[in-house]
């Protein structure tokens, strides 16, 4: 559902003035230089002082309390989770303290893996809902890269199964035929349409009861952020947007996105479903989102939170 407003929208509209996001500070350094070095990896995999982050079907493991948190696992206290692990990636370091990142069998019951007490494995898109951000990046990026792992079991050149980890896990490469994958991202755009004191908030039919969010959507092969911003709103709710601003991203290792949030103006037109992925796209002021009723946006750990309250609380 394409005309020619969509090109003039990206091309010809002066770009509105919209602060950025304030971003976190990065936790880790990760050390992308020291990867390809193998003594030091090495060196990283005997310290007793490197920190795991373990996980099992995609879970981290986090100890049981009212905020989760990753347990303070140590290589020395807990080699017995190194030696099991079917996967192993080197996250970098902080603080003096190199980080792995541990994937254990999937097929075996947690029970056999003599786990520390007071810890579970849990999703983390709950119990990182509202974590803050030095806890929740470590296991954001342990997610995406042992997921990356499980999914790359087959060389995209030859189809052999034969794949070795590589550059302290951030590449496999192929025995058959030598072809080396990396891990890829998926770019999605998050949208928050705005009509003067009004955002545009729509909801999916499998959210939690009661939760509303900015519009979202991939980016297609051949499209820049800012055509998928003015084509995914016209296609999700019939609106014609203007001034599409990049505002701030984040990482969702959920598979494997990256959310890049952009603000656009929609100055006129009813709102319109012709996406069968939305039930409902209405329009809040600024007072209804800054005291809810009846209705909930997504927790902190999504960009989403962070796009439609920096609007409310302009």
């Known amino acids: 559902m394409v005309d020619d407003r969509l090109a003039l929208a990206v091309t010809t509209s002066p770009p509105r003035p919209t602060p950025l996001l304030d971003a976190p500070r990065p936790v880790l350094d990760r050390e992308g230089l020291r990867r390809k070095d193998g003594a030091y990896l090495e060196a ?96 954001l990026y342990a997610r995406g890269m042992l997921r990356w792992h499980r999914a790359a079991a087959h060389c995209e050149a030859c189809g052999s199964g034969d794949l070795r980890s590589v550059d302290g896990g951030f590449a496999r490469e192929c025995a058959a035929c030598g072809t080396r994958t990396f891990p890829r991202t998926d770019p999605a755009v998050m949208i928050l349409v705005t009509r003067g004191e009004h955002a545009l908030l729509a909801r999916q039919p499998r959210w939690p009861r009661g939760m509303v969010s900015a519009l979202a959507g991939f980016v ?53 479903l012709d996406d069968d992925e939305l039930e409902q796209a209405r329009w809040f002021t600024r007072e209804q989102l800054r005291a809810p009723k009846g209705f909930f946006i997504p927790p902190p750990i999504s960009l989403a939170h962070r796009l439609v309250r920096s609007f409310a609380e302009e």
């Open 44 to 139: 990283v995999r005997s310290d007793p002082t490197t920190r795991l982050v373990v996980l099992w079907r995609g879970r981290p493991l986090l100890g049981k309390g009212r905020t989760p948190a990753p347990l303070p696992l140590t290589l020395g206290a807990h080699a017995h989770l190194l030696e099991a692990a079917t996967e192993t990636v080197f996250l970098g370091s902080a603080e003096g303290e190199r980080w792995l990142a541990v994937e254990l069998d999937g097929d075996t019951d947690p029970a056999g893996f003599d786990l520390p007490s007071g810890g579970s494995f849990e999703d983390l898109r709950v119990a990182g809902a509202f974590m803050p951000w030095p806890l929740l990046e470590p296991l």
């Open 220 to 272: 297609e092969p051949g499209e820049s952020l800012e055509q998928c911003v003015v084509r995914e709103t016209l296609e999700e709710v019939g609106l014609h947007v203007e001034n599409p601003v990049y505002v701030g991203s984040q990482p969702w290792p959920f598979p494997r996105s990256l959310m890049l949030a952009f603000r656009a103006e929609a100055p006129e037109g009813d709102v319109r």
